[in-house]
């Protein structure tokens, strides 16, 4: 049997977390190393390693990830202004393994990004 990650425990809340959003597909956090003034996660309970895991059957859960994270980001005041990062993998800079997008917003952010 294989353990939970980080965000398995978070969601099921043996791990504290500022829940922000939750419904029967997906959570909204606070990142606890925000990188920006606003910096949420919007996490899938369905364990998925990666964004290149999902299949056909994950499409409209991951455009119900995409209304969450608008819908987090206007609360936060930044509806207007904000960006959406999924990291795909360990050289992509993802550290937990499992599928969450990272709302960022509330200072300038550069582009190119890396």
């Known amino acids: 049997m294989s353990s ?4 398995e425990k978070i969601i099921d809340r043996e791990i504290p977390a500022k829940f922000l959003h939750e419904d029967e597909l997906c959570v909204a ?3 606890v190393n925000p990188q920006a003034p606003m910096h949420l996660l919007v996490i899938p309970r369905k364990p998925m390693p990666r964004l290149c895991d999902a299949t056909p059957e ?3 859960l991951l455009g119900h990830l995409m209304l ?4 987090v980001a206007a609360d936060a005041g930044y509806g207007d202004a904000f960006r959406l990062v999924v990291n795909n993998g360990a050289a992509s800079g993802q ?4 599928l969450h997008l990272h709302v960022l917003g ?3 952010l550069k582009w190119p990004p890396g």
């Not at 939970?4 to 965000?7: C, D, P, Q, S, W």
């Not at 550290?95 to 499992?98: D, G, M, Y």
């Open 68 to 71: 969450v994270a608008n819908k």
């Open 95 to 98: 550290s937990v393994f499992h």
């Open 4 to 7: 939970k990650t980080l965000f």
């Open 106 to 108: 509330g200072r300038p």
């Open 29 to 31: 956090i606070s990142d």
């Open 58 to 60: 994950d499409q409209a």
